[in-house]
């Protein structure tokens, strides 16, 4: 089966830094892949996704990069605000979104 | 509608007692999905509905746990003779397929074996 692997666990930054969090795959043929936000105590948010059959996505702020020949994606958060501090999620799943495998989870702490 | 709910959000209960959840989707939603998530983790997939058919079931389930979408909308999820390691918050998700794929979670429901 799939395994996904999220690093780093915990990251601090500060008010106006740009924050990285990246996660690895295992299975080829994973081909969706979403991150999520949770903040404490509330339910785990979609906020951006990307398809394999693209390198790169943006939506202001946050952006994620996809390398299929790596098994590698990551997420990148620019001019981090503290409102951006929470727990970041990745997932993968295959073409037939039966089946999502999420990370662990990385705890990023924006101070302001 | 305003999203995915589930009930109830907290339980406490025995070992060795049977307990049931229930999630309601988002109404036109057909895909229905269950985690768990342990402190520290990311939600792991337990099962997955597309209507009333159970498409997918995760191979670390145990045989004590069962889910139904009987009618395709709302969805159990029954744990029977619960064991501490149980303890955990149990998410439901769905999504419309065709369309974006997003899934949209529930509260959860915290689950408490003592």
């Known amino acids: 089966g799939e395994n996904v692997e999220q690093h780093p666990s915990t990251l601090s930054v500060q008010e106006g830094d740009s924050a990285v969090i990246k996660c690895t795959y295992s299975d080829s043929a994973s081909n969706y892949f979403p991150w999520y936000k949770q903040e404490l105590g509330k339910r785990p948010q979609l906020i951006i996704d990307?398809?394999?059959?693209?390198g790169e996505k943006k939506d202001q702020r946050i952006a994620v990069t996809l390398n299929k020949t790596a098994k590698h994606f990551s997420l990148h958060i620019t001019e981090t605000q503290p409102e951006d501090s929470a727990v970041y999620f990745c997932a993968a799943s295959e073409w037939n979104f039966n089946k999502f495998y999420f990370g662990s989870g990385t705890k990023l702490n924006v101070k302001p | 509608d305003t999203g995915v709910s589930q009930d109830p959000r907290h339980k406490i209960t025995k070992r060795g007692q049977n307990v049931t959840f229930r999630c309601d989707p988002i109404s036109e939603h057909n895909r229905l999905y269950w985690y768990r998530q342990t402190l520290g983790q990311g939600p792991e997939f337990l099962t997955y509905f597309q209507n009333e058919a159970q498409l997918e079931k995760s191979r670390l389930l145990s045989d004590r746990f069962s889910a139904e979408r009987p009618k395709g909308s709302f969805s159990t999820l029954e744990i029977q003779r619960t064991e501490q390691g149980d303890s955990a918050m149990y998410l439901c998700a769905s999504s419309l397929s065709p369309g974006s794929h997003e899934q949209y979670f529930g509260p959860g429901t915290r689950l408490t074996v003592t």
């Open positions: 990307i398809r394999s059959n693209v």
